[in-house]
Protein backbone atom coordinates (compact mmCIF):
# COMPACT_ATOMS: atom_id res chain seq x y z
CA UNK A 1 0.00 0.00 0.00
CA UNK A 2 2.97 2.45 0.57
CA UNK A 3 3.60 1.92 -3.28
CA UNK A 4 0.06 3.22 -3.77
CA UNK A 5 0.81 6.36 -1.94
CA UNK A 6 4.15 6.97 -3.96
CA UNK A 7 2.59 6.60 -6.96
CA UNK A 8 -0.30 8.98 -5.91
CA UNK A 9 2.00 11.72 -4.91
CA UNK A 10 3.33 12.98 -8.31
CA UNK A 11 0.09 11.33 -10.41
CA UNK A 12 -3.19 11.70 -7.94
CA UNK A 13 -5.50 11.26 -11.10
CA UNK A 14 -3.92 7.92 -12.08
CA UNK A 15 -6.48 5.20 -11.02
CA UNK A 16 -5.26 2.37 -9.70
CA UNK A 17 -6.34 -1.46 -8.95
CA UNK A 18 -4.02 -3.80 -7.22
CA UNK A 19 -4.01 -7.92 -8.20
CA UNK A 20 -1.83 -9.63 -6.36
CA UNK A 21 -1.63 -9.99 -2.18
CA UNK A 22 -5.76 -8.70 -2.04
CA UNK A 23 -8.07 -10.78 0.12
CA UNK A 24 -10.90 -9.65 2.13
CA UNK A 25 -9.17 -8.44 5.09
CA UNK A 26 -7.34 -5.78 3.52
CA UNK A 27 -9.48 -5.15 0.48
CA UNK A 28 -10.57 -2.06 2.34
CA UNK A 29 -6.87 -1.14 3.44
CA UNK A 30 -6.40 -1.06 -0.35
CA UNK A 31 -9.49 1.24 -1.18
CA UNK A 32 -8.62 3.79 1.96
CA UNK A 33 -5.17 4.31 0.48
CA UNK A 34 -6.47 5.45 -2.95
CA UNK A 35 -7.30 2.31 -5.33
CA UNK A 36 -10.42 3.07 -7.21
CA UNK A 37 -10.94 -0.94 -7.60
CA UNK A 38 -9.65 -4.23 -6.11
CA UNK A 39 -8.92 -7.60 -8.26
CA UNK A 40 -8.58 -10.87 -6.40
CA UNK A 41 -8.01 -14.48 -7.79
CA UNK A 42 -6.85 -17.25 -5.49
CA UNK A 43 -8.69 -15.01 -2.25
CA UNK A 44 -11.65 -15.85 -4.33
CA UNK A 45 -11.79 -18.59 -6.33
CA UNK A 46 -8.55 -20.91 -4.79
CA UNK A 47 -8.42 -24.32 -2.95
CA UNK A 48 -11.46 -26.00 -5.12
CA UNK A 49 -14.16 -23.58 -3.39
CA UNK A 50 -17.69 -24.20 -4.40
CA UNK A 51 -19.76 -21.95 -6.22
CA UNK A 52 -21.38 -21.05 -2.96
CA UNK A 53 -18.54 -20.58 -1.62
CA UNK A 54 -17.54 -17.98 -4.04
CA UNK A 55 -20.26 -16.38 -3.71
CA UNK A 56 -20.22 -15.57 -0.10
CA UNK A 57 -16.67 -14.72 -0.24
CA UNK A 58 -17.81 -12.20 -3.15
CA UNK A 59 -20.46 -10.87 -1.00
CA UNK A 60 -17.37 -10.17 1.66
CA UNK A 61 -15.50 -8.63 -0.73
CA UNK A 62 -18.22 -6.26 -1.87
CA UNK A 63 -18.89 -5.17 1.73
CA UNK A 64 -15.23 -4.20 2.56
CA UNK A 65 -14.84 -2.13 -0.10
CA UNK A 66 -17.84 -0.77 0.16
CA UNK A 67 -17.07 -0.05 3.99
CA UNK A 68 -13.94 1.65 3.42
CA UNK A 69 -15.62 3.81 0.79
CA UNK A 70 -18.04 4.99 3.75
Request: charged share 15%; with cysteine; net charge positive.
Amino acid sequence: MKAIKAIHGPLPQAPLMPTGGVNVENAGDWIKAGCVAVGAGGALTGSGKTADEITATAKKFIAAVQAARK
